[in-house]
Structure formats: C-alpha cells, structure tokens
C-alpha cells in the first residue's frame, strides 16, 4: 500500500508560479512511478506529467511542456510538480499517483493508488 498527500496548492495571480509536492509513505517509492493529473470543474481528470522510478524519464502532457517540470527525491519519498507561468485554465485540483512499475504511463488507469488533491486557482 501507498499513501499519497499533496501540497502546495493555493490561488494565486496568471504568470506566478507554484511548486506541488506529493509525499509517499512506504520504503519502496523508488519503485513506482509517478504521476501528475488535474480535474478542472466540470472536466474529466486529464493527464499532467509522469516521471519513472529512477527519474531518468519524463513525459508531458503536450500543452503543458516548457511551463511545468515533474521532479522527485527518492531519499524524502516525494515528487514535485513545478508549474510556472500559470494560466486562468490551470485552476484545478491537482492528484499526484504512484503505478506500481517503474515506467511512466500518460493514462489513469495504470497508476494503482491516488491522493486526495490540491485545490489550484489562478486568478486573471
């Protein structure tokens, strides 16, 4: 079992940025890959960012890419989400969730276990 609690989430102004962090439990974190996703009111939960086990490998939802950075620290069991540039359409509640492989995946219904989310509002 993981259990995964984000912070960092807040309202802020178009063009700040935020730093997301999901801490994990467990001592194998290292083990999971991890990922980012958001719901937007009214949306379904869209893909954010994923990161492999080791970190060597990222990918990016398309429209995201070059203004947020998936990042982690296998020694505190977390992974960030830095999110820079941040847009009225970035307001969501933000999950991280942890697959229980080592590869990153862009789809939901690969990752095994989910945190609760962190409410992210940019104001214009």
């Known amino acids: 079992q993981v259990q995964l609690v984000e912070s960092g989430g807040g309202l802020v102004q178009a063009g700040d940025s935020l730093r997301l962090s999901c801490a994990a439990s467990?001592?194998?974190?290292?083990?999971?890959?991890m990922g980012w996703f958001r719901q937007a009111p009214g949306k379904e939960r869209e893909f954010v960012a994923t990161?492999?086990?080791?970190?060597?490998?990222?990918y990016y939802a398309g429209t995201l890419k070059g203004r947020f950075t998936i990042s982690r620290d296998n020694a505190k069991n977390t992974v960030y989400l830095q999110m820079n540039s941040l847009k009225p359409e970035d307001t969501a509640v933000y999950y991280c969730?942890?697959?229980?492989?080592?590869?990153?995946?862009?789809?939901?219904?690969?990752?095994?276990?989910w945190g609760q989310g962190t409410q992210v509002t940019v104001s214009s």
């Open positions: 969730a942890a697959r229980s492989l080592l590869g990153p995946a862009p789809t939901e219904k690969y990752y095994d276990y």
């Open positions: 990161i492999s086990g080791g970190g060597e490998t990222t």
């Open positions: 467990g001592r194998t974190f290292r083990n999971y890959a």
